[in-house]
């Protein structure tokens, strides 16, 4: 599955993009009516901020205690209720005179079930195309969430304008409403993954699970660590160029729209096997010219050049399924997906903290230094396993010791073997 018409000609694979889309826009819309509510009920540019992006923090609740239920409930049935209940919270944060603690406890309520949520969709997708296709319906995936965030900003902008913030929340809840209706009706019904019932003594033994092979914990981090201190210099964007913010964040943008079409539909195996380490310094060097205080023009450019970097994380995605076994597949994407998010808001705010004590400028740079510091301590390893010895094969054959499964597939480790720690 290399081109976006196979992709799209997949089974199921068009409702569970628009059930996506939807969500994202409805988060997106959400989001900005939220600050501004809470901006001019407090006045505090800190709560205003918190309000925005602190249920990304709040991914780490679910991830401790959730996310065994990715693989153990079934995924149709887990969409629409998810959906649902954002619907609710979000209308719920309409309610006029809501006091703000409450209106936080529903963030911490929201985040920490968007974990799940990570955990289930992307497990989903794995079903929905093949083993092949993951990289390329991932990319697409990316790429429709950062035009909608950018589509869903700009229209709840006007949205707070012409209808309120509470006006612009319930526009948001009729968004995940649609998206609840659209998972629903466009795809089918199907069986969990793996048997018994969550909890969260599951959950944590499915984390060290996860976490004990020393293959996917340089993966995990590699994904979470210099992703998150990148994020990092982007919220930094505004206090260092107040007036081009947002010609950043579009440049940032677009370039992250190149990788991820590049990555997705453009690069055969065997560069995406040979470009993931070169990728991953791309991500944060070009940010260390903003220790010169660069002018706008080089500032664009940097930041634009650096954001095709984000697309190693696809390549590592894929990596980590390889890793993987099936019954563990929608946990695993869930820890990513959270703690990526987790690690960006912890991004967030080491970076703002630095600005404060120095200048955005030099914060940003520091972050740079920081992430390729990370990359360089993870490169050994991520490098790419040469193919095993020959072993005999069934009927006498010959096969390569850690090659491909009898179906063809990539064979994960086994548990608790020699890689594990």
């Given at each position: 599955m290399r081109t976006y018409r196979e992709l799209f000609a997949?089974?199921?694979f068009t409702p569970f993009f628009l059930t996506g889309t939807l969500q994202v826009a409805a988060q997106a819309v959400s989001g900005l009516a939220l600050g501004t509510l809470i901006y001019a009920a407090t006045g505090s540019p800190l709560l205003s901020a918190l309000s925005m992006f602190g249920p990304s923090l709040?991914?780490?609740?679910?991830?401790?205690?959730?996310?065994?239920?990715?693989?153990r409930v079934p995924p149709r049935a887990a969409m629409c209720a998810l959906a649902l209940f954002s619907a609710l919270g979000t209308a719920v944060q309409a309610v006029p005179g809501l006091p703000v603690p409450a209106v936080f406890a529903v963030l911490l309520v929201l985040g920490a079930t968007a974990s799940l949520g990570g955990g289930v969709r992307y497990g989903l997708l794995n079903e929905i195309v093949?083993?092949?296709g993951y990289l390329l319906g991932r990319s697409v995936l990316n790429m429709s969430a950062g035009a909608t965030q950018i589509c869903g900003y700009a229209v709840g902008g006007l949205l707070v304008t012409a209808l309120s913030p509470r006006g612009t929340l319930l526009t948001a809840?009729?968004?995940?409403l649609a998206a609840a209706a659209v998972a629903r009706l466009g795809l089918r019904r199907r069986p969990p993954r793996a048997a018994g019932r969550p909890s969260v003594a599951e959950t944590w033994r499915g984390n060290a699970r996860l976490w004990s092979s020393v293959p996917r914990r340089y993966v995990y981090l590699a994904l979470w660590v210099p992703n998150g201190l990148i994020v990092g210099c982007e919220s930094l964007f505004v206090p260092y160029a107040p007036g081009h913010a947002g010609l950043l964040l579009a440049c940032a943008a677009l370039g992250m729209l190149v990788g991820d079409t590049l990555a997705g539909r453009f690069l055969p195996p065997w560069w995406r096997e040979r470009l993931g380490a070169p990728l991953r310094l791309l991500l944060a060097a070009p940010y260390l010219v903003f220790a010169v205080q660069p002018a706008l023009p080089l500032a664009v450019a940097a930041v634009g050049l650096a954001s095709v970097g984000f697309s190693a994380g696809l390549l590592l995605q894929e990596r980590l399924m390889a890793l993987t076994p099936d019954e563990l597949s929608g946990h695993a994407l869930g820890l990513h997906s959270s703690g990526l998010l987790t690690m960006q808001g912890v991004g967030a705010a080491l970076a703002g903290a630095v600005a404060q004590?120095?200048?955005?400028?030099?914060?940003?740079?520091v972050m740079?230094?920081?992430?390729?510091?990370?990359?360089l301590a993870l490169a050994p390893g991520l490098r790419p396993e040469k193919p095993g010895p020959e072993v005999p094969g069934p009927g006498g054959?010959?096969?390569?010791?850690?090659?491909?499964?009898p179906t063809g597939r990539p064979k994960a480790p086994a548990e608790g073997g020699a890689q594990e720690a």
């Open positions: 997949a089974p199921e709040a991914q780490v609740v679910g991830a401790t205690v959730l996310l065994s239920a990715a693989d093949a083993r092949d809840a009729a968004l995940h004590c120095t200048s955005p400028a030099t914060a940003m740079a740079a230094a920081a992430s390729v510091a990370v990359t054959g010959r096969s390569k010791a850690g090659g491909l499964s």
